[in-house]
């Protein structure tokens, strides 16, 4: 049980694109969810957090109107990286919550951005 | 934030016991200690999780100093498979989120 599904495991894409990252709980209600970046050889940095029906909450230093976050429903919840530029090459790792004391990773999405 | 710190890395023999520091000096009364391992390019897996006496589970144990500004994860027996970046997180009980702030974590490396 527990089990978090992100969709595209990658994608590259030109600068200036837009690119959509889909977080699914697969198999229970998660109340919140949360986004997180990796860079190469460094720990996961939390860029919001978001429950559903409301809007996200955003980290110190993030954009918000850059990284548009939709949690639609309690199994979904979505990163949107606007205009997309090089220096945006990441590891996106979402979670998924259903009570306050455990955290449910997805695989990731390795994002290229040529 | 509380912070947490931990070695950057340790090495251990196949089928010996490990042990995984983490201090967090500032830790306060509502905060949880949680850990977490991840595997290269895969999220991070939970470990195991614990607020004031020590903790067992099926893949480690969680040691808590009485003070609670140390904590030990202990792998009974290491296999190749724990070859990982365990992470040592505290988590704010207090409040309505769960957020958590990772820091740098120990990358293990396990000897055959």
């Known amino acids: 049980g527990a089990v978090v599904s992100q969709h595209p495991s990658w994608v590259i894409c030109k600068s200036g694109t837009s690119v959509k990252i889909e977080c699914r709980s697969l198999d229970f209600q998660a109340t919140t969810m949360f986004w997180y970046r990796q860079f190469p050889k460094q720990s996961l940095m939390l860029m919001a957090t978001s429950n559903e029906g409301s809007k996200a909450t955003y980290e110190q230093g993030v954009e918000k109107d850059k990284f548009l976050i939709n949690h639609a429903s309690l199994t979904l919840s979505t990163l949107t990286v606007t205009s997309a530029h090089p220096e945006d090459s990441s590891f996106y790792i979402c979670?998924?919550?259903?009570?306050?004391?455990?955290?449910?990773f997805g695989p990731g999405t390795r994002l290229t951005v040529l | 934030d509380a912070k947490t710190t931990q070695p950057n890395s340790m090495e251990s023999n196949e089928e010996e016991p490990v042990h995984l520091p983490c201090n967090h000096s500032t830790i306060s009364g509502t905060d949880y200690i949680h850990w977490y391992r991840q595997l290269p390019s895969q999220g991070p897996e939970y470990v195991i999780h614990?607020?004031?006496s020590n903790v067992n589970n099926r893949m480690a144990s969680l040691a808590i100093a009485e003070d609670r500004k140390s904590s030990t994860l202990i792998l009974h027996r290491a296999t190749l498979r724990d070859a990982a970046v365990y992470y040592c997180i505290l988590r704010d009980g207090s409040g309505n989120f769960n957020k958590f702030y990772f820091g740098s974590g120990t990358k293990l490396n396990v000897k055959p």
């Open positions: 614990g607020l004031t």
């Open positions: 979670s998924a919550s259903s009570l306050p004391d455990t955290q449910y």
